[in-house]
């Protein structure tokens, strides 16, 4: 099955516009095929502002989200990876969702171990850690 997580930002999306607010995604800048503003970077994160009164050419698809705006008043291109999406919010309330660091999708279609193999080499299937949150002001 492909990837959960375009969907979700697609839904999350429009979600937080029928309800008039303003959305933002959290984006790993350092994700692989990530291209932003790297002077608006902080901290390998960036907040982008996806609304459609402050974007142009909007659009979220399975294999990438891109679009134009304006940084500091220039208008810049926009391209990203859903994967580098660490979450989806309304700014005037911070209601949305984090996506968690690991997807169990693109992990098994891409672990060589097979279907018996542990990551350790041991046979043993992997535990799952402890998934994990944080607050993002």
Not at 56 to 83: M, T, W, Y
Not at 87 to 94: H, L, M, P, S, V
Not at 95 to 104: A, E, K, Q, T, V
Not at 118 to 130: A, E, F, H, T, W
């Amino acid at each position: 099955m492909t990837s959960n997580r375009p969907y979700l930002i697609r839904a999350l999306f429009d979600w937080i516009l029928d309800n008039d607010m303003t959305p933002h995604l959290l984006v790993d800048a350092e994700y692989p095929d990530t291209f932003v503003p790297r002077e608006f970077v902080e901290e390998g994160r960036i907040v982008l502002n996806v609304a459609p009164r402050a974007v142009k050419d909007l659009v979220i698809g399975n294999e990438s989200i891109s679009f134009s705006a304006r940084f500091g008043g220039v208008a810049r291109q926009v391209e990203l990876p859903p994967r580098a999406v660490i979450g989806i919010y309304a700014r005037e309330n911070g209601h949305g969702m984090l996506f968690p660091d690991d997807d169990p999708v693109a992990e098994s279609a891409s672990s060589d171990d097979g279907p018996e193999g542990g990551g350790d080499g041991s046979g043993k299937p992997d535990k799952p850690g402890r998934p994990t949150l944080r607050v993002v002001k």
